[in-house]
Every structure is written in C-alpha cells, then in structure tokens.
C-alpha cells in the first residue's frame, strides 16, 4: 500500500500523525521536513530568553524518537519541490516518492519588509527552531535589539528580550501595536505596560535602511530618524506557503484552500495548520491546527469527520501585560464598548443586534475569557 505523505514536522505534521496512530497504527506514514526534524513548540519560541531556553533546550525530540514513536518514516533536510498530482507522487529534486493520500502542513513563510543598506546581514528573523538558533547565536553577548513589526510575534519577542535583560526599540508603522488584534485602548495599555519595563516604541515610521555602524547598525526610519543597535528582529508577519499547491493547480486563496474535511481541490490531497484556507479561514495558531489535525486523522482513519472551529481566542504572551482576544469577523459592523482600569481593558465588540462577536482584555480583565467564549457564536 502507498504511504501517507505529510509535508512537514511542525505543530500540524506532528499532531497529525500523532493523532492518526491513536486510531491507526498500521498504514506507512512518511513525513517529509526541509528543517531538522526536532520536535519543539513553535509558540515557545518568544520565551526562551525569560526562560533562559536556547534552542536545544526549546526541542523536546529529535527525529528519530518521533519516527520510533509514531512508527513513522521521517526524513529531515529534504525540499518538496514539486507534486505530480496525475502520478500522485511528491517530487523531492531527482527523487519520486508516491503517496496514497498527501497532506501539506507546510506551514507560512516570514514577510522580509523591503529594507536595504550594508548592514542587512544583522537582520534575523525567527520561524523555527533554526532560525532560533541563529538568532540566540547572534544575540549572545549583545545589548540592543530592533524589532520590526508590533504586531504578536513582535510584541512577545519585545518583552521576552527586555526580560532577557536587552534594551529593546519596536518600530511598527500603524500607531499603536497589535493593530491588527486589539481596539486602541488594548494596545494602549501593552505598549504603555512594556514602556514601563524599558520598551522604546517608535510608532508610525517604517524601517527603511539598516547600515553597519560601528560594531553594530544604524536603522534609518522612514521620517528620517535613526536608532543605533547591535541586531534586528523583523518580525512583520508571516503568509501561507502555498507555491507547491499552487504550482500543482490546487485552489489557493490566502492559503491552501480546503473544505471541512481540509480536502483541498483534490480529493487525495489535504492540509492544515498555518498553510492551509479552512472553509474561507486562515489562522495562525495552535488551537485551530489542533481541532483540524483530530479531524483530519478520524478521516485518514476512515471515518469523514467535519472539522468544527468553535470559539478560537489568540493568548498573547506579554507577561508585563497578558493579552487574549477573538478578533470580530472583518465584515461584521457594529461597536466597542470599553472598561479600562490603568492597564485592565476590558473591551467587547457587538454586532448591531448586540450579540457579543469579539473581545480584547488585558491585565486582570484575562480572567473573563472563558465566560465570554460561552457567550461567541463559533466560527463554524
Ligand atoms: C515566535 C512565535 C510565537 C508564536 N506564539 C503562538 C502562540 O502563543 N499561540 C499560538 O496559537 N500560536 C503561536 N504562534 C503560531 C504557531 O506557532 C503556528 O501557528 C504553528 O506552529 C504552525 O505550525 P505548522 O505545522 O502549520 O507550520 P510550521 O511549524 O511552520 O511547519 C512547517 C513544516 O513544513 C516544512 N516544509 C515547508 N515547506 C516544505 C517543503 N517544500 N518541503 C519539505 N518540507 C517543507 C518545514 O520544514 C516545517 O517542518 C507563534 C508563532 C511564532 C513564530
């Protein structure tokens, strides 16, 4: 029988399997990772420097202890070139290898921010446990950092350096951080509690330039200001991987788009976690790729089980400020009503028949999230 191949040992490669050899423990399983394999939790990545974590600390198995447990084939430090949908097989440079049924859990790919100038080299930017290492290498025995981008990932790795005992400067464009996630008196009370622990933000500039400067750089900003570092952290967001589905002629929108059943346009093959457009959703995080990853095993299993989104909160870990919030759907109209209490928001979004469709709470106000998720529509 040909195997099941899953492209990718992240968090949705790795709960997949995981989940499947709970209901299946005999068909060939193949996984298939351009990094080295190491299972870690890419979420622990912005806590390393809190928790005094370098990378090999961070990875909780190597690749042949997850092949053993999983009696899985895995292979490490391979690239998924191409699919050939009509042969069914994945092609890997010179090598085919043939699949049953192919699930892409190939995650996304950082945005680079256009940025120039001879000092580009000392700009790092974290996606796995690899990128980690460098960064944790280049930051060894340094003092200053830049951050681009205030958004999450931003915003985590900003307070888990300062923790870290870094100087740290956040530039990010829009005027506030976590523009994308927060209503304004959310980010105000973040980005005012990371202030307090020695944060410098610089908002509404873009980085334009990084230059050598001394033993470090000089990031000239897009209102002419400068701000003089060792090493920079882009951090602007990340996209779906979608290239090999759609050089494939799968349907892609913002990520691979799938049904219910994280069937993509082509009944064999599947996909979930970052780089997957679940009926019409694409999100970045753990709990969806969770859900996701117990339904698609029930289905590789046998039985075509439907995944159900329910309620999906975003935890952001900015311990000076705990964040968690459901942003409202974008086509939704309706308001913000807000409590704030010094850094404590507490702030709810409901459509104009007022049925609460997303919140954003802060500080203390974290501790009404399961009371309000009782009180979200679900996604689907
Ligand atoms: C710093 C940071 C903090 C985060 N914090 C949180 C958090 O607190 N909560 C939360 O819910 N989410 C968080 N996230 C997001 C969360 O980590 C991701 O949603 C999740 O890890 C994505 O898993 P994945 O398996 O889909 O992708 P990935 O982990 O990116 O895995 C992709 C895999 O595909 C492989 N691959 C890709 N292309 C190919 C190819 N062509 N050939 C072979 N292999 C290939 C890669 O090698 C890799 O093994 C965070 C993300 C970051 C970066």
Redesign the pocket.
Known sequence: MDPIIV???????FNLVKELRKLDQDTPVIM????DGRNYS??M??TGFTKEKGADELAMGGPEQTASTFNATLRTG???TAIDRDAKQVVLGDERLTYSKLVL????DVFRPPMEGDGMDAVYT???LMDYARFREAAAGKKTVLVVGGGL?GC?FANDLTNGGYKVHVVEPVGRCLPTFLPEPASVAVSSALGKLGVVFHFGPFAQRVDRHGDGVRVTLSDHSTVDVDIVLSAVGLRP?IG?AKDAGLDTGRGVKVDRFLRSSDPDIYAL???AEVNGHVL????P?MSAARALAKTLAGEDTAVSYGVMP??I?TPACPVVCVPPPQDVAGDWEFEVDGHHVKALFRDTDGQLRGYALTGDACGEKMKLNKELPALF
Request: hydrophobic share 45%; charged share 20%.
């Open positions: 492209i990718g040992t992240g968090l949705a490669g298939l990772t351009a990094d890419k979420p990545l912005s391979v690239t998924v859990a190939c995650g996304a974290v996606n796995d990932i985590e991987r090999l976690g970052d780089c970045l995080y753990v709990l790729l975003v935890t870990k």
